[in-house]
């Protein structure tokens, strides 16, 4: 698959190369051991991040009179079904409005949603200036905590979600820039992942591969009108002579409990809930994609935005018999139905099924001030990656730089760090 000229720089390679490279004589046992190397590794999901251009686009689109900063996706409307209805007309009448201020459906796509930093008075707004100075605060603090990251985290691979562009993940890593790789999974919607990578980490070039199965259409009935929810993208890399790995995925949002609580209902993956069907149709997609990945290389990470307290589920202690719906074993062939919804109740008992084996990194501790949504970022990594560790495996949450007068937040998400022996 070719990539966009945004990283057509980078020299791509075929994995059989990586294998091939990784070769080593065939020595005594002992003789084989080497030393690890000790990889600084975070997640951040940077909550709808863009360039100030555009910001500037979001805010024409958004204050057109006929938009006027309205919300183009329904609320959730508990009531009579009249009421239901007649929020489902207005988000209608807001997306259609939308789109005709943005130029079609493609360019309404490749805009941030009006609500998405934010509400906004549609009465009095702030003035536009204003609020690009405000969007400039929130890259200022997004920039300041990525390079946190790197120089005092001593992170050397870093998973971005809700990211626009390579142009805004070249922005963030500020005065790094120079000393990173980067890749972003192609993506017909504004919010897409990414990949950032310090290029001393890796004795060969980084190989990017996009997993567009991840990015399927939310309502497949509205043809070439249905948003799609966002790709996977995978990173490839020779990291002390041998090959590793990395899954870099933001899935559907809206289905996170197993467990009610904070105002959210606990749902399986086989409710009739709309969002927690459409997680339930990217369960096959990841399991396929794990598998595979597990096939060319026992070396792996899985990581990103979950958007499903998957530790929930690991707690629950769901029995085998009671992962799908009809009994099966979750290690068997799953079934999609003509969606490509799957009898998937669970999805960590679905993928962590002993075909590979999978362990989630504990988050042991949450720095101070740290804040947004808890139990959605996820890091995951492959049994031979476990048994190279000689720490129990264990995660943090880093705080984000912002400041207190920040109309724009800098994210709803800290970043999530782990450092893992290679």
Same mark, same amino acid.
């Given at each position: 698959?070719? !990539?966009?000229?945004? /990283?057509?720089?980078?020299?791509?390679? &075929? !994995?059989?190369?990586?294998?091939?490279?990784?070769?080593?004589?065939?020595?005594?046992?002992?003789?084989?051991?080497?030393?690890? +190397?000790?990889?600084?590794?975070?997640?951040?999901?940077?909550?709808?991040?863009?360039?100030?251009?555009?910001?500037?686009?979001?805010?024409?689109?958004? &204050?057109?009179?006929?938009?006027?900063?309205?919300?183009?996706?329904?609320?959730?409307?508990?009531?009579?079904?009249?009421?239901?209805?007649?929020?489902?007309?207005?988000?209608?009448?807001?997306?259609?409005?939308?789109?005709?201020?943005?130029?079609?459906?493609?360019?309404?796509?490749?805009?941030?949603?009006?609500?998405?930093?934010?509400?906004? *008075?549609?009465?009095?707004?702030?003035?536009?200036?204003?609020?690009?100075?405000?969007?400039?605060?929130?890259?200022?603090?997004?920039?300041?905590?990525?390079?946190?990251?790197?120089?005092?985290?001593?992170?050397?691979?870093?998973?971005?979600?809700?990211?626009? *562009?390579?142009?805004?993940?070249?922005?963030?890593?500020?005065?790094?820039?120079?000393?990173?790789?980067?890749?972003?999974?192609?993506?017909?919607?504004?919010?897409?992942?990414? !990949?950032?990578?310090?290029?001393?980490?890796?004795?060969?070039?980084?190989?990017?591969?996009?997993?567009?199965?991840?990015?399927?259409?939310?309502?497949?009935?509205?043809?070439?009108?249905?948003?799609?929810?966002? @790709?996977?993208?995978?990173?490839?890399?020779?990291?002390?002579?041998?090959?590793? /790995?990395?899954?870099?995925?933001?899935?559907?949002?809206?289905?996170?409990?197993? +467990?009610?609580?904070?105002?959210?209902?606990?749902?399986?993956?086989?409710?009739?809930?709309?969002?927690?069907?459409?997680?339930?149709?990217?369960?096959? =997609?990841?399991?396929?994609?794990?598998?595979?990945?597990?096939?060319?290389?026992?070396?792996?990470?899985?990581?990103?935005?979950?958007?499903?307290?998957?530790?929930?589920?690991?707690?629950?202690?769901?029995?085998?018999?009671? =992962?799908?719906?009809?009994?099966? $074993?979750?290690?068997? @062939?799953?079934?999609?139905?003509?969606?490509?919804?799957?009898?998937?109740?669970?999805?960590?008992?679905?993928?962590?099924?002993? &075909?590979?084996?999978?362990?989630?990194?504990?988050?042991? *501790?949450?720095?101070?001030?740290?804040?947004?949504?808890?139990?959605?970022?996820?890091?995951?990594?492959?049994?031979?990656?476990?048994?190279?560790?000689?720490?129990?495996?264990? *995660?943090?949450?880093?705080?984000?730089?912002?400041?207190?007068?920040?109309?724009?937040?800098?994210? $709803?998400?800290?970043?999530?760090?782990?450092?893992?022996? !290679?």
């Amino acid at each position: 698959m070719m !990539f966009p000229s945004s /990283i057509s720089s980078l020299r791509f390679v &075929s !994995f059989s190369s990586f294998l091939f490279a990784g070769l080593v004589l065939v020595l005594p046992a002992d003789a084989q051991v080497r030393e690890t +190397v000790p990889i600084g590794i975070a997640i951040f999901n940077m909550a709808w991040a863009g360039t100030v251009d555009d910001f500037k686009r979001h805010v024409e689109v958004c &204050s057109a009179p006929a938009v006027n900063w309205c919300a183009s996706r329904a609320k959730a409307v508990r009531g009579p079904r009249h009421l239901q209805a007649e929020e489902a007309g207005r988000a209608r009448q807001c997306r259609e409005a939308t789109m005709e201020a943005a130029g079609g459906f493609r360019e309404m796509q490749m805009i941030a949603p009006c609500s998405a930093y934010g509400r906004r *008075s549609a009465k009095n707004p702030p003035s536009g200036n204003a609020m690009v100075e405000s969007y400039n605060a929130k890259l200022a603090g997004l920039r300041a905590t990525v390079e946190n990251l790197i120089g005092n985290e001593d992170t050397k691979i870093i998973a971005f979600q809700e990211v626009k *562009s390579r142009k805004v993940v070249e922005q963030v890593l500020g005065r790094f820039a120079g000393e990173f790789d980067i890749c972003v999974a192609p993506h017909d919607a504004f919010q897409t992942v990414a !990949f950032a990578w310090e290029k001393s980490v890796s004795s060969v070039a980084g190989r990017c591969i996009p997993n567009h199965d991840l990015a399927i259409a939310e309502n497949p009935g509205e043809g070439v009108l249905s948003h799609s929810v966002r @790709p996977g993208l995978a990173l490839e890399l020779m990291i002390n002579g041998e090959p590793v /790995i990395f899954l870099n995925v933001h899935l559907k949002s809206g289905c996170a409990n197993l +467990v009610t609580g904070h105002g959210f209902a606990g749902r399986s993956l086989t409710d009739p809930d709309p969002a927690c069907e459409i997680l339930n149709r990217q369960v096959p =997609v990841i399991e396929d994609w794990v598998e595979d990945v597990a096939g060319r290389s026992p070396r792996f990470v899985l990581l990103g935005d979950f958007n499903r307290k998957i530790d929930e589920e690991e707690k629950a202690g769901i029995a085998a018999t009671k =992962v799908r719906t009809d009994g099966s $074993d979750p290690a068997s @062939p799953n079934t999609r139905d003509v969606w490509g919804r799957v009898k998937s109740s669970y999805f960590w008992q679905e993928i962590a099924d002993g &075909s590979p084996e999978l362990y989630q990194v504990p988050l042991m *501790s949450t720095g101070k001030g740290c804040r947004g949504y808890d139990g959605l970022d996820h890091i995951v990594v492959s049994e031979p990656i476990r048994q190279m560790q000689r720490l129990p495996l264990s *995660s943090r949450k880093v705080p984000l730089v912002k400041n207190h007068r920040q109309s724009i937040r800098t994210s $709803d998400h800290c970043p999530r760090v782990v450092v893992l022996e !290679f």
